[in-house]
């Protein structure tokens, strides 16, 4: 059963909530990335009690409502226009656009700067692109060979070391095949360093178990203990 929404002020902040009754023995709080807040509480609470547990617990609401707020803003469809923010390595840029007979992207002053002779949504997004692809192949090459020489000290065994590979993909950040072929996503490049690192791990893992079996979870975190938590950060970072 849910209830009509509860609204309380803390600071200068507003929070709505509903409570979901059920049989249960304790109160939870979740915060859902569509930045709703939901109380799960036993039947029988009163409403006083889950009023004040809000309470104490308003300064981690409000921090997790900002940050999937945030995301969301991040996601709605890009339009490529000046002062839009465009992440690169997990680092949010404002967009700067400028006219130029030259083509260029690059990182100047804290803003992500593109000079284009032709400026329009499609043509700054197609050199957005490629400039994402050349920082991905400047930059992975380095992070597979140092995460490969962590990954073979901690797994003390006799493999082979993969090709590796860096694509455009769609729908996948990384595979592994039996060809013994590593590919990463070039669009990782946008995301924190741990993130890129959290897939690559994942798919050297997969040289040992080619499955997502629990042995294959108990290595991966053997190898990188805080996996899911950058794999979150991924996915949250990355939604829509
Ligand atoms: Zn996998």
Not at 7 to 19: E, G, V
Not at 59 to 71: C, E, G, P, R, S
Not at 204 to 209: A, K, R, S, T, W
Request: glycine share 2%.
């Amino acid at each position: 059963m849910l209830s009509q929404p509860f609204t309380l002020t803390h600071k200068d902040s507003k929070i709505s909530y509903n409570i979901h009754y059920s049989v249960r023995k304790t109160i939870s709080i979740e915060v859902s990335n569509s930045q709703q807040v939901i109380v799960k509480a036993p039947v029988a609470t009163e409403n006083k009690q889950i009023h004040s547990i809000i309470q104490k617990k308003a300064d981690w609401i409000v921090k997790k409502l900002a940050y999937f707020k945030n995301i969301t803003t991040n996601f709605t469809p890009k339009q490529y226009i000046d002062g839009e923010q465009h992440l690169y390595l997990g680092t949010s840029y404002p967009l700067k656009i400028d006219y130029s007979c030259v083509n260029s992207v690059g990182i100047i002053n804290n803003l992500l700067h593109v000079t284009t002779s032709t400026i329009t949504a499609y043509n700054i997004k197609q050199q957005l692109q490629s400039w994402y692809m050349q920082q991905a192949k400047l930059l992975f090459s380095d992070i597979f060979e140092n995460n490969w020489r962590y990954f073979i000290t901690i797994v003390k065994q006799n493999l082979i070391k993969p090709s590796f590979k860096i694509r455009n993909m769609k729908s996948r950040w990384g595979s592994c095949s039996t060809k013994n072929i590593v590919t990463l996503n070039s669009n990782l490049i946008k995301y924190p360093q741990d993130c890129i690192e959290s897939v690559l791990m994942h798919e050297f893992c997969h040289l040992i178990h080619f499955n997502h079996s629990k042995e294959f979870y108990k290595l991966l975190t053997e190898v990188m203990p805080d996996w899911k938590h950058h794999e979150q950060n991924l996915n949250d970072l990355s939604r829509h």
